[in-house]
C-alpha cells in the first residue's frame, strides 16, 4: 500500500517537472525565435530601403549583374520581379525563379501595401514595392535563412540545464517526502491492523505538528479505547460462554429464522449425540419436534416469554420444563431456551407414588387378615375349639409378615440415608459364602434345590460383614425360592483383571423376563406377584441388595432368560485396592 503511494507521489512529481521544463523550453524558444524574426526583418527592411533607390537608376539590363554582386556584398538572395509576378533577375536560380510570385503572400502585400513580409520554412522574405522608374514598377524581394543564434543557443542551454538540476533536486524533495509520507501512512496502517491486536503496543508520534500527527494520535488513542473495549467483551464473553457451557441445564439460541446460534454441551448431550458444528442448522435438523418449533416461532412473533413441558423423542426419551423468553440479535429478534430436565424428577414422582400404592397394598393385605380374623374371634370365634388356634396362627403370620415389611422399610431407609455408616472391615468372601449356604441349607434341601459351591478364590474386600452377608443371603435365598425342584443354585467368586472380585450367584429357576428386568430393584416391585406371596417375599430384598452394594462402592448386574434361570454379579473393589488407593 504505501509503496504505491510513494511510486504514484513520485511518479506525479516526475510528470509536473516534465511537464514544467516543456513549457519553459518551449516558451524560450518561441521567445528566441520571434526575437530573431524581428531582427532579421529588421535587417531585410533596412536593406531593401538602401538597395530601392540604387534601383531606380537601373537600367533593365544591369538587372542580373548587380542582383548577382549585391547578394554577395549582402548575403541574401535578392530578387527583383514585375508587377505581373513574372521574374526579371534572381541571384540564386532554381525552380522558384521561374514560377509567379503574385502567390506569394510577401509579393501580394508588396503590390497592395507597398511592402510585406513573411516566413516560411525557416526563410525570411521582405518584398519592397518600387515606383518612378521611367520603365516601369518593380517589386525588390530579399530573403535569408532565419539562422540561429549563438548567444541563443547557449541561453538555451543554460536555461535547459537549470531546468535538468531543478528537476533533479525537484525530484530528490519529492523523493524524500513521498518516503516520509509513506513511512507515515505505514504507521498508521499498522496502528489500524493493530487496533483489534490485544498485543500491539501504544506507537509513538514522531511529529507533533502536522495534520497527520493528529491524525495519528487519534488513531493510537481509539486503538487503546478499542483495545480495552475488546478486551472486557472477550472477557465478558469468554465468562458468559463458561457459564452457559457449565450449566447442567441444556440451552439453546436461534435467530428470526430459527437457525441454531449457540447451544451448550447438556443441550447437545440431551437430543443425542452428533458429528460436526450445529450452530448454523435449521432448528427441525437438529430437533425434528413440532411442540418446540412453535413454541420458539411464538416467542419471536410475540416477544413475550412462555414455557412448557417438552418430551423429546429421541435415544433415550427425556422430559423437559422449557423457559423460552426472546433474544435481540443483530439480524433481528430471535429466542433461547432453557431445558431444565425433569426426567428424574417425574421418575421418582412417579415411583414415590408407586410407593406409597405398594405399601399400603402391602400393609392393606396383612392388616386385612388381622382385623378379619380378630373380629371372627370377638364375634365368637374364641369358642370355636377347632378354628381358634388356626384364627391365631393366621394372625400371627400376617403380623410376623408386617414385621417384615418394616424391618425391610428401617433397612431400606438406613441404607438411602446413610445411617448405617460404620468403619470399614476386610471382609472374607470364603467366609461369607460359606456361612450363608449353612443358613440356607436346611431350606434348599426342603425344596429339593441343590447348593454348589463353585471355585471361590481366597480374596477380601473392604466394607461392612452385616451387610455384605445380608446381601448374598438376599439373594441366595430368592435364587431358591424361585427355583425348580431339582434345580441348582451355583455361588462362586474371583479377583478380577481391574482390582475388582466379583462375586456371583446363578441359578437354574423359572427366570425374569427381560421387560422386567430394569425394574426389579424397586422397591415392592415383583415379577411373579403371586409365586412372591406363596414364599413370603416383602418386595424390598432386591432394593435392599442394590443400595448395600452401592454403599460399600460396589455395584450389581443381571442376566436372565426366561425358564433357564438368572445370574446375579456382584462387583467389590478388593481390600488390597483399597489399602493401596489409601496409603
Same mark, same amino acid.
Given at each position: 500500500?504505501?509503496?504505491?503511494?510513494?511510486?504514484?507521489?513520485?511518479?506525479?512529481?516526475?510528470?509536473?517537472?516534465?511537464?514544467?521544463?516543456?513549457?519553459?523550453?518551449?516558451?524560450?524558444?518561441?521567445?528566441?525565435?520571434?526575437?530573431?524574426?524581428?531582427?532579421?526583418?529588421?535587417?531585410?527592411?533596412?536593406?531593401?530601403?538602401?538597395?530601392?533607390?540604387?534601383?531606380?537608376?537601373?537600367?533593365?539590363?544591369? @538587372?542580373?549583374?548587380?542582383?548577382?554582386?549585391?547578394?554577395?556584398?549582402?548575403?541574401?538572395?535578392?530578387?527583383?520581379?514585375?508587377?505581373?509576378?513574372?521574374?526579371?533577375?534572381?541571384?540564386?536560380?532554381?525552380?522558384?525563379?521561374?514560377?509567379?510570385?503574385?502567390?506569394?503572400?510577401?509579393?501580394?502585400?508588396?503590390?497592395?501595401?507597398?511592402?510585406?513580409?513573411?516566413?516560411?520554412?525557416?526563410?525570411?522574405?521582405?518584398?519592397?514595392?518600387?515606383?518612378?522608374?521611367?520603365?516601369?514598377?518593380?517589386?525588390?524581394?530579399?530573403?535569408?535563412?532565419?539562422?540561429?543564434?549563438?548567444?541563443?543557443?547557449?541561453?538555451?542551454?543554460?536555461? @535547459?540545464?537549470?531546468?535538468?538540476?531543478?528537476?533533479?533536486?525537484?525530484?530528490?524533495?519529492? @523523493?524524500?517526502?513521498?518516503?516520509?509520507?509513506?513511512?507515515?501512512?505505514?504507521?498508521?496502517?499498522?496502528?489500524?491492523?493493530?487496533?483489534?491486536?490485544?498485543?500491539?503496543?501504544?506507537?509513538?508520534?514522531?511529529?507533533?505538528?502536522?495534520?497527520?500527527?493528529?491524525?495519528?494520535?487519534?488513531?493510537?488513542?481509539?486503538?487503546?479505547?478499542?483495545?480495552?473495549?475488546?478486551?472486557?467483551?472477550?472477557?465478558?464473553?469468554?465468562?458468559?460462554?463458561?457459564?452457559?457451557?457449565?450449566?447442567?441445564?441444556?440451552?439453546?439460541?436461534?435467530?428470526?429464522?430459527?437457525?441454531?446460534?449457540?447451544?451448550?454441551?447438556?443441550?447437545?448431550?440431551?437430543?443425542?449425540?452428533?458429528?460436526?458444528?450445529?450452530?448454523?442448522?435449521?432448528?427441525?435438523?437438529?430437533?425434528?419436534?413440532?411442540?418446540?418449533?412453535?413454541?420458539?416461532?411464538?416467542?419471536?412473533?410475540?416477544?413475550?416469554?412462555?414455557?412448557?413441558?417438552?418430551?423429546?423423542?429421541?435415544?433415550?426419551?427425556?422430559?423437559?420444563?422449557?423457559?423460552?423468553?426472546?433474544?435481540?440479535?443483530?439480524?433481528?429478534?430471535?429466542?433461547?431456551?432453557?431445558?431444565?430436565?425433569?426426567?428424574?424428577?417425574?421418575?421418582?414422582?412417579?415411583?414415590?407414588?408407586?410407593?406409597?400404592?405398594?405399601?399400603?397394598?402391602?400393609?392393606?393385605?396383612?392388616?386385612?387378615?388381622?382385623?378379619?380374623?380378630?373380629?371372627?374371634?370377638?364375634?365368637?370365634?374364641?369358642?370355636?375349639?377347632?378354628?381358634?388356634?388356626?384364627?391365631?396362627?393366621?394372625?400371627?403370620?400376617?403380623?410376623?409378615?408386617?414385621?417384615?415389611?418394616?424391618?425391610?422399610?428401617?433397612?431400606?431407609?438406613?441404607?438411602?440415608?446413610?445411617?448405617?455408616?460404620?468403619?470399614?472391615?476386610?471382609?472374607?468372601?470364603?467366609?461369607?459364602?460359606?456361612?450363608?449356604?449353612?443358613?440356607?441349607?436346611?431350606?434348599?434341601?426342603?425344596?429339593?434345590?441343590?447348593?454348589?459351591?463353585?471355585?471361590?478364590?481366597?480374596?477380601?474386600?473392604?466394607?461392612?460383614?452385616?451387610?455384605?452377608?445380608?446381601?448374598?443371603?438376599?439373594?441366595?435365598?430368592?435364587?431358591?425360592?424361585?427355583?425348580?425342584?431339582?434345580?441348582?443354585?451355583?455361588?462362586?467368586?474371583?479377583?478380577?483383571?481391574?482390582?475388582?472380585?466379583?462375586?456371583?450367584?446363578?441359578?437354574?429357576?423359572?427366570?425374569?423376563?427381560?421387560?422386567?428386568?430394569?425394574?426389579?430393584?424397586?422397591?415392592?416391585?415383583?415379577?411373579?406377584?403371586?409365586?412372591?406371596?406363596?414364599?413370603?417375599?416383602?418386595?424390598?430384598?432386591?432394593?435392599?441388595?442394590?443400595?448395600?452394594?452401592?454403599?460399600?462402592?460396589?455395584?450389581?448386574?443381571?442376566?436372565?432368560?426366561?425358564?433357564?434361570?438368572?445370574?446375579?454379579?456382584?462387583?467389590?473393589?478388593?481390600?488390597?485396592?483399597?489399602?493401596?488407593?489409601?496409603?
Amino acid at each position: 500500500m504505501t509503496d504505491r503511494i510513494f511510486h504514484r507521489l513520485l511518479f506525479l512529481a516526475l510528470a509536473l517537472i516534465a511537464i514544467t521544463v516543456f513549457f519553459v523550453d518551449s516558451e524560450i524558444r518561441g521567445y528566441l525565435r520571434d526575437r530573431d524574426s524581428a531582427s532579421t526583418n529588421q535587417r531585410l527592411t533596412s536593406t531593401g530601403q538602401l538597395l530601392a533607390t540604387q534601383i531606380a537608376a537601373l537600367p533593365v539590363t544591369t @538587372f542580373q549583374p548587380w542582383v548577382e554582386s549585391t547578394a554577395r556584398i549582402t548575403g541574401l538572395r535578392i530578387t527583383l520581379i514585375e508587377p505581373s509576378g513574372r521574374v526579371v533577375a534572381d541571384s540564386t536560380r532554381d525552380e522558384a525563379s521561374n514560377e509567379n510570385q503574385l502567390r506569394r503572400p510577401e509579393v501580394t502585400d508588396a503590390l497592395q501595401k507597398n511592402s510585406g513580409a513573411a516566413v516560411d520554412s525557416g526563410i525570411a522574405y521582405y518584398a519592397l514595392s518600387i515606383t518612378g522608374r521611367p520603365t516601369g514598377a518593380l517589386i525588390l524581394k530579399l530573403s535569408v535563412p532565419l539562422a540561429a543564434d549563438p548567444a541563443a543557443r547557449e541561453l538555451r542551454a543554460r536555461v @535547459f540545464s537549470l531546468s535538468v538540476g531543478s528537476a533533479v533536486l525537484a525530484l530528490a524533495v519529492a @523523493f524524500l517526502i513521498s518516503r516520509s509520507l509513506s513511512r507515515r501512512v505505514g504507521r498508521l496502517k499498522r496502528i489500524a491492523a493493530g487496533m483489534l491486536d490485544s498485543a500491539q503496543q501504544d506507537v509513538s508520534v514522531e511529529y507533533a505538528g502536522d495534520d497527520l500527527a493528529s491524525l495519528e494520535r487519534s488513531l493510537a488513542g481509539v486503538a487503546r479505547e478499542l483495545r480495552g473495549l475488546l478486551e472486557r467483551l472477550g472477557f465478558e464473553s469468554a465468562r458468559r460462554e463458561a457459564i452457559l457451557s457449565g450449566m447442567a441445564e441444556g440451552v439453546l439460541a436461534v435467530d428470526r429464522d430459527l437457525r441454531v446460534t449457540f447451544c451448550n454441551e447438556a443441550f447437545q448431550k440431551a437430543i443425542g449425540p452428533r458429528t460436526g458444528s450445529v450452530v448454523g442448522l435449521v432448528l427441525l435438523e437438529l430437533v425434528r419436534d413440532p411442540q418446540l418449533r412453535d413454541l420458539l416461532i411464538s416467542v419471536i412473533a410475540t416477544g413475550t416469554p412462555r414455557q412448557m413441558r417438552l418430551k423429546l423423542s429421541v435415544e433415550n426419551p427425556r422430559v423437559f420444563a422449557v423457559q423460552s423468553t426472546p433474544l435481540a440479535t443483530p439480524a433481528g429478534l430471535g429466542a433461547i431456551a432453557i431445558f431444565h430436565d425433569t426426567t428424574e424428577l417425574e421418575r421418582l414422582e412417579q415411583v414415590r407414588k408407586d410407593f406409597v400404592a405398594n405399601v399400603s397394598h402391602e400393609l392393606r393385605t396383612p392388616l386385612a387378615g388381622i382385623i378379619g380374623y380378630a373380629e371372627t374371634l370377638l364375634d365368637g370365634g374364641l369358642n370355636d375349639a377347632a378354628n381358634k388356634e388356626r384364627f391365631v396362627e393366621i394372625i400371627r403370620k400376617n403380623a410376623i409378615r408386617l414385621n417384615s415389611i418394616a424391618a425391610d422399610l428401617l433397612v431400606l431407609s438406613e441404607l438411602e440415608a446413610g445411617g448405617d455408616a460404620v468403619e470399614p472391615d476386610i471382609i472374607s468372601v470364603p467366609a461369607v459364602l460359606d456361612a450363608t449356604l449353612q443358613i440356607v441349607e436346611s431350606e434348599a434341601r426342603s425344596r429339593d434345590v441343590r447348593l454348589v459351591r463353585e471355585e471361590v478364590d481366597d480374596v477380601c474386600v473392604q466394607g461392612s460383614r452385616l451387610r455384605l452377608e445380608q446381601v448374598v443371603l438376599n439373594l441366595v435365598a430368592n435364587a431358591i425360592k424361585f427355583n425348580r425342584p431339582g434345580g441348582e443354585v451355583r455361588l462362586s467368586a474371583k479377583e478380577m483383571d481391574d482390582g475388582r472380585v466379583s462375586i456371583i450367584i446363578s441359578d437354574t429357576g423359572v427366570g425374569i423376563p427381560s421387560q422386567d428386568l430394569p425394574r426389579i430393584f424397586e422397591r415392592f416391585y415383583r415379577v411373579d406377584k403371586a409365586r412372591s406371596k406363596e414364599v413370603g417375599g416383602t418386595g424390598l430384598g432386591l432394593s435392599i441388595v442394590k443400595h448395600a452394594i452401592e454403599r460399600m462402592n460396589g455395584s450389581i448386574a443381571v442376566e436372565s432368560e426366561l425358564g433357564r434361570g438368572s445370574r446375579f454379579t456382584l462387583f467389590l473393589p478388593s481390600a488390597s485396592s483399597a489399602v493401596h488407593q489409601n496409603v
